[in-house]
């Protein structure tokens, strides 16, 4: 049962539902039932093994948020719409992590499950690599390596960035670097020496990948990553100084990702008005970022409670970003942040809501790292996850609410190690009820 666990999550990592309707035109509704996979574990483990049903407090959380961003849909200018936004949060949200919190409930588990979702990254990061070096730049394999679109540098030499099976480089980006600390802790964590090898070698192919995606945001939240990774035992003085050198080397085999570093510097100082001409001296993207950003802001502004809708704010944006100024691009626009997405989406309340479920996701988790003090291993896949939470929560100060099933698929992983051994209140109450119920028909029909 663990190998279908391990194996749906593979699938559902790297893309493959949605590269398979996209580009070879399965069927929207067989690429959407591929989650359901999990519920055969969980079937097998409740009705053949007498196991209870597990309601932790981060279902719960998750519960609430769709509650309330259902009640801001219920107050769209546009209900429809925003109800279709509101149906994908709940099968990529609440029925996933309901799924995964079921089906993966030891030790030996969680640890095949993170090798699942590693692996699908080594395999996104080999294509990457594969793609650069054999200069397949006209042929998206599949739709498992796609392009984005080219960049040069100072020298005049120009480069594709490559988004893998997502099409979207900064996504693509933000997915393989969120794996590069569950990666260090598989390999931290493992006893056999093949295993620690692969994994070691999986982060090198995860680190490969992220570089050819050319992603700012990502480099910049790996940057903040690395004091966080020092406290919480998952890097040391020696490591990083290997990953300056294989910086170096990166930069000399691919000018135009220096260039894109140097970039950073220079919109930093823009926004904050450094230089002469303050923030039209930005980069064109960066420009319309801003614009997007600040037009979500003052979407917040005006409806502060419940907001314009779950995934509104495209459809609002022309209208607050002409009040804004600044580059404004024709069309529907996300707001290039998923914080203040949410904000002017769903308001203060949703805001709040969602949260919580970040404090429930990851203040258990860090309690457990604390207190595995005798079980070092069980320590460093907590720390682990709290890094590769970091990472998510800083990359989404660059983007915006859109594959959110990684999102929720990394939060509930993250329930699943805090409630590894334990058996939540709220779960043992509900199963309780559910039996009583069961007695209590079985008994009417008698």
Not at 280 to 289: L, P, Q, V, W, Y
Not at 324 to 334: A, I, M, N, Q, T
Not at 373 to 386: H, I, Y
Request: aromatic share 8%; hydrophobic share 55%; with cysteine.
């Amino acid at each position: 049962m663990s190998a279908i666990v391990a194996a749906t999550l593979f699938i559902l990592y790297l893309n493959v539902p949605s590269v398979l309707v996209r580009e070879h035109g399965l069927p929207l509704l067989l690429a959407a039932a591929v989650p359901l996979l999990l519920a055969i574990p969980i079937a097998y483990r409740v009705f053949l093994r007498g196991e209870s049903l597990r309601f932790p407090s981060l279902l719960l959380a998750t519960a609430l948020l769709l509650t309330l961003q259902a009640v801001s849909a219920s107050l769209a200018d546009n209900p429809m719409a925003s109800f279709g936004t509101v149906r994908d949060w709940f099968l990529e949200g609440l029925v996933l992590v309901f799924l995964v919190l079921n089906a993966v409930r030891s030790r030996a588990d969680f640890q095949l499950a993170l090798g699942a979702i590693v692996a699908a990254g080594a395999v996104m990061g080999l294509i990457a690599i594969g793609q650069q070096l054999a200069g397949a730049m006209d042929n998206n394999l599949w739709g498992f390596g796609q392009l984005d679109a080219e960049i040069g540098s100072s020298d005049g030499r120009t480069q594709r960035r490559l988004s893998g099976p997502i099409g979207d480089t900064n996504r693509f980006a933000q997915i393989l670097a969120v794996l590069l600390p569950l990666a260090a802790a598989l390999a931290m964590t493992t006893k056999r020496p093949v295993v620690r090898g692969l994994s070691w070698c999986a982060m090198l192919l995860i680190l490969g990948g992220v570089s050819l995606t050319f992603s700012r945001g990502a480099l910049l939240a790996l940057f903040l990553a690395v004091p966080f990774a020092i406290y919480l035992g998952m890097l040391r003085l020696r490591h990083v100084l290997i990953f300056v050198a294989l910086g170096s080397v990166l930069f000399t085999a691919l000018p135009q990702y220096f260039d894109r570093v140097a970039s950073i510097g220079q919109a930093a100082r823009s926004v904050m008005g450094l230089t002469a001409a303050g923030v039209m001296s930005a980069d064109g993207a960066t420009r319309g970022r801003l614009t997007e950003m600040q037009a979500a802001g003052l979407m917040f502004l005006d409806r502060p409670v419940v907001g314009v809708g779950l995934g509104m704010a495209p459809a609002h944006y022309a209208e607050y970003a002409l009040v804004v100024g600044g580059k404004v691009r024709p069309g529907e626009r996300r707001s290039h942040n998923l914080f203040l997405q949410l904000a002017a989406e769903t308001g203060l309340l949703g805001l709040a809501a969602f949260m919580v479920v970040l404090l429930v996701a990851f203040v258990p988790l860090d309690r457990l790292r604390r207190r595995a003090l005798d079980d070092p291993p069980l320590a460093t896949l907590a720390a682990g996850l709290e890094l590769s939470l970091f990472i998510l929560i800083t990359t989404s100060m660059f983007l915006h609410a859109a594959y959110v099933r990684y999102l929720w698929l990394l939060l509930a992983l993250a329930g699943c190690l805090a409630t590894i051994g334990q058996r939540p209140i709220l779960g043992k109450l509900l199963n309780d009820l559910l039996h009583d119920t069961v007695l209590r028909l079985d008994h009417a029909r008698r």
